[in-house]
């Protein structure tokens, strides 16, 4: 049983296109986030949530708008996609809000690519 | 402001000779650190964290970490490393409870490469 899943795995599309990346975790967790992995490498923090409350946003363009229906799923919806939004993009979770102690789970990652 | 380094863009190393993949950081107060490793075309994976008590944390697959508060340095070791070993490795560092955000910062990363 997967603990964060992400859906899809790769993603192609169009400049100018929308599209969603999916996240949910079976864990029980109360914070989940959105990290942006570039071609180097770089691990970066996108959003974070706490029981469906946003928390983290980290100055990113308002063309990316998180959504948490619920404290299990936290989705990444992206308008008029632009070359650079091509990253790789995990989703994580955690347990233990401000407890600053704890691991986070990461997803597999979706491959965005924008041509 | 929360930061991690890792000074070593790649650690090249033979089969069976131990390792150290090194990470230094700088925190207010008390730090929380991690480590994680990502294999290719793979999410990050959690091997071990420094919260509080001793040095030297053990984690998974034979991976131990030294916490040293005066070098500010949390190195990642293994006395006998695997070809299997080689992957991404990226140092991490969390936000304290005081800012509320559990924010996890990231350093850039190091490349293991173990030969055979």
């Known amino acids: 049983d997967t603990a964060v899943s992400q859906t899809p795995k790769y993603l192609v599309t169009q400049m100018g296109n929308d599209k969603s990346i999916k996240c949910e975790q079976n864990?029980?967790?109360?914070?989940m986030y959105w990290y942006k992995q570039d071609s180097k490498k770089f691990l970066k923090i996108m959003f974070s949530?706490?029981?469906?409350?946003l928390i983290i946003n980290e100055t990113v363009p308002n063309r990316f708008s998180p959504k948490s229906p619920d404290k299990a799923h936290l989705n990444l919806h992206i308008n008029s996609l632009e070359l650079g939004d091509s990253a790789v993009y995990f989703c994580?979770?955690?347990?233990?809000w401000g407890g600053g102690a704890t691991e986070a789970f990461f997803g597999q990652g979706t491959r965005l690519t924008v041509v | 402001a929360q930061s991690v380094a890792q000074p070593e863009d790649q650690v090249n190393v033979a089969e069976g000779n131990p390792l150290t993949v090194k990470c230094t950081y700088s925190?207010?107060?008390?730090?929380?650190l991690f480590w994680y490793v990502q294999y290719p075309n793979r999410g990050l994976q959690f091997l071990l964290k420094?919260?509080?008590?001793?040095?030297l944390v053990k984690g998974s697959y034979g991976f131990e970490a030294e916490f040293n508060k005066s070098q500010t340095s949390f190195h990642l070791k293994k006395p006998s490393a695997l070809v299997s070993d080689s992957a991404l490795y990226f140092c991490?560092?969390?936000?304290?409870?005081?800012?509320?955000?559990?924010?996890?910062?990231f350093g850039t990363g190091t490349r293991l490469q173990v030969f055979p």
């Open positions: 420094y919260i509080t008590g001793d040095n």
């Open positions: 994580a979770s955690s347990q233990g």
């Open positions: 864990l029980g967790h109360d914070t």
């Open positions: 949530y706490n029981n469906k409350e």
């Open positions: 991490a560092v969390r936000d304290p409870p005081s800012y509320n955000t559990d924010k996890l910062i």
């Open positions: 925190v207010s107060g008390n730090p929380y």
